[in-house]
């Protein structure tokens, strides 16, 4: 069972059953459903514009901070597949804007185990089958007549726990897993490919027992708010037994086919069943550092800033090259230019841009990418001043990488490098830091180069950090008063404290 509570807010919460039979009723005439997404949080109206760009309806963005919500025929559910923004997917069972909880936990937690019987899911498990076969086309292999998956544990995030659909749909299926020897330690963070088959059923196989397909299934449920008199997995583990009773379903936490999500955020419940085996932040990284950015916080950051054809965009602390690798992929008439002063940050970016070329050539695509790879000196960037479009990157934090102290020197120190190197007037940065303080003190110095358009307050695995969005000026570098460095002790002002604290301040309003 895993529950995910904000404020009064607990990690994540499932109870999971499983199913001895399915109804097997056809999807037949195209119907429509609201679709749910979970996206990083803070990137809401990126997400909802490039739902309306590239499947054309309107997103409603929830209260919840880190969903949206949108409309979609069945017969272009796989549009939602195209979209680089989002984490997860679910398509909604049943939505209460304003339910009705009672004072007692005992009376509420029966009500939502009632509430299961009660729920229009036929809808909802008619597009879940239909996500399945996109799932089967996908996986088939040549040869064969089962059904590759891959399947995945629970992820202990911020959002609740994703698993993969245990894709199986046929009489005395048997799963074959292509895993490590039973006990093996590298078994749980291990990808195996399980085959669903058919026919060839092994006498001692564990899986092979059952005469009927078992659907398995589990409730995750997700809570935020202070007014509830119970837990997520109070919650997950009654909604989750009225679903097993409704259905005749059994229960199995890991390898189950159907994960039903029960999301409550104060007064607002929203009753889906998910649609991605796994979250697709991590879609693009091979080799992983300590400071890795998720693909969907990246793809937001390349939209805030427009990429269009030909411009030239630099990442110079591209730690394992995620920012870059998404804009290569995602808006390939641009150049990137990944850079970092660590050797061991440069070699997991050529690794993973490596990684993308051999998949992409295994798919017949062409295995060439706009990008490129440099390590170098932050403060000295070996580029004609002047010459780059964009600038996106993920500054240190003074956390897991640097230290707050050394950002005072760092902060001002790149910021005018930064701004030496971009194209006066039309140059823009997106960068992102949880260290506030220290660099609304170094954009404060940077007037005459760089002007603040937005900023976006993100939660960054727990952190409150912000994506300031920057405006290269007019000022032709070398002619204006910024360019004279000034160490952290000659700038430091008297109401610093109290400015600072308005930041942070500021920043934790935006994030509640």
């Not at 895993?179 to 330690?185: C, I, T, Y």
């Not at 809570?223 to 259905?247: K, L, M, P, W, Y």
């Amino acid at each position: 069972m895993s529950s995910q509570e904000e404020g009064d807010a607990e990690p994540g919460s499932c109870t999971s059953a499983s199913s001895s039979s399915e109804n097997d009723a056809p999807i037949g005439d195209v119907i429509t459903v609201t679709i749910g997404a979970t996206v990083p949080t803070g990137f809401e109206q990126t997400a909802a514009e490039e739902v309306k760009e590239k499947i054309g309806v309107d997103a409603i963005i929830s209260k919840d901070r880190g969903r949206i919500y949108f409309p979609i025929a069945s017969d272009k559910l796989f549009q939602v597949h195209l979209l680089k923004s989002v984490d997860n997917l679910f398509v909604v069972v049943e939505e209460y804007h304003d339910y009705p909880f009672k004072e007692s936990k005992e009376e509420t937690l029966l009500e939502l185990q009632e509430l299961a019987s009660n729920l229009p899911w036929t809808n909802a498990l008619q597009i879940w089958k239909l996500n399945r076969t996109f799932k089967k086309k996908k996986g088939f292999r040549k040869g064969g007549n089962g059904t590759k998956v891959k399947p995945t544990s629970s992820e202990a995030t911020d959002v609740a726990s994703v698993a993969s659909l245990l894709v199986g749909c046929s009489v005395a299926d048997v799963e074959q897993q292509e895993l490590p020897p039973a006990g093996s330690a590298a078994e749980s963070q291990t990808k195996a490919e399980v085959t669903a088959n058919t026919e060839d059923s092994t006498p001692d196989s564990e899986e092979a027992e059952p005469k009927t397909k078992v659907t398995k299934f589990r409730v995750t449920c997700n809570r935020a708010g202070v007014i509830h008199s119970f837990t997520s997995n109070d919650a997950a583990r009654d909604f989750g037994g009225g679903v097993q009773e409704f259905f005749q379903w059994k229960a199995d936490m890991t390898k189950f086919d159907i994960e039903v999500l029960l999301n409550i955020h104060n007064v607002e419940v929203v009753i889906g069943i998910a649609l991605t085996e796994e979250s697709l932040h991590r879609r693009n990284i091979s080799h992983f550092g300590p400071t890795t950015l998720r693909s969907t916080l990246c793809y937001g950051m390349l939209r805030l800033c427009s990429p269009q054809a030909s411009d030239i965009i630099l990442d110079p602390m591209c730690g394992t090259g995620a920012i870059p690798l998404e804009g290569a992929i995602e808006f390939n008439k641009s150049f990137y230019i990944a850079g970092d002063n660590n050797d061991m940050a440069v070699t997991r970016t050529v690794n993973n841009i490596c990684h993308i070329q051999k998949r992409r050539a295994a798919k017949g695509s062409a295995p060439g990418m706009p990008i490129d790879t440099v390590q170098w000196d932050l403060c000295n960037l070996p580029m004609r001043t002047g010459s780059v479009d964009i600038i996106i990157t993920d500054m240190p934090f003074g956390k897991r990488m640097g230290s707050r102290k050394k950002n005072w020197d760092l902060y001002p120190s790149c910021l005018r490098e930064m701004a030496r190197v971009s194209t006066p007037g039309t140059g823009k940065a997106a960068l992102l830091t949880q260290d506030k303080k220290c660099f609304t003190k170094a954009i404060s110095r940077m007037g005459g180069l760089w002007r603040r358009l937005h900023t976006v307050w993100v939660n960054v695995g727990g952190l409150h950090a912000a994506v300031y969005l920057l405006k290269r000026t007019t000022g032709v570098f070398g002619q204006t008063p910024e360019d004279v460095y000034e160490s952290r002790g000659t700038v430091k002002a008297e109401g610093e404290e109290k400015g600072d604290e308005k930041v942070e301040e500021e920043g934790c309003k935006e994030l509640s």
